[in-house]
């Protein structure tokens, strides 16, 4: 079975930084997508980042120049490096593996993120 957690969470204050990290136990294939998404109570799970197979990334409007992703598709591991935090960016934090075409679709079980004013 595979299973994703997520670690590096926190509580930290506005302009400070975090970095999470996400690892795959099991067996799973090298060709994916792998993605930090957010979630707030009461709100519906966003897209913050996204890395392809091939290395290309895709960041939310609202962490663009301040997040970045980076990871090892073959190892099954994904970063999220954050920076110049803003009270805004509190939520809980789920790491996500998908499959191509969505041949399969992994989560975390998430990693809990507040910022300070």
């Known amino acids: 079975q595979v299973q994703l957690a997520e670690s590096g969470g926190g509580l930290v204050q506005a302009g400070g930084s975090l970095r999470l990290s996400c690892a795959a136990s099991g067996s799973i294939l090298s060709r994916k997508i792998m993605a930090w998404y957010r979630q707030v109570p009461g709100k519906q799970r966003e897209l913050v980042a996204s890395i392809g197979s091939l290395g290309s990334t895709n960041y939310a409007d609202s962490v663009k120049g301040r997040f970045t992703i980076s990871g090892d598709n073959a190892k099954n591991t994904v970063y999220l490096q954050m920076n110049s935090l803003k009270p805004e960016d509190t939520a809980v934090y789920y790491c996500?593996?998908?499959?191509?075409?969505?041949?399969?679709?992994?989560w975390g079980q998430g990693t809990q993120v507040t910022v300070s004013s």
């Open positions: 996500n593996f998908r499959g191509t075409w969505f041949t399969y679709d992994y």
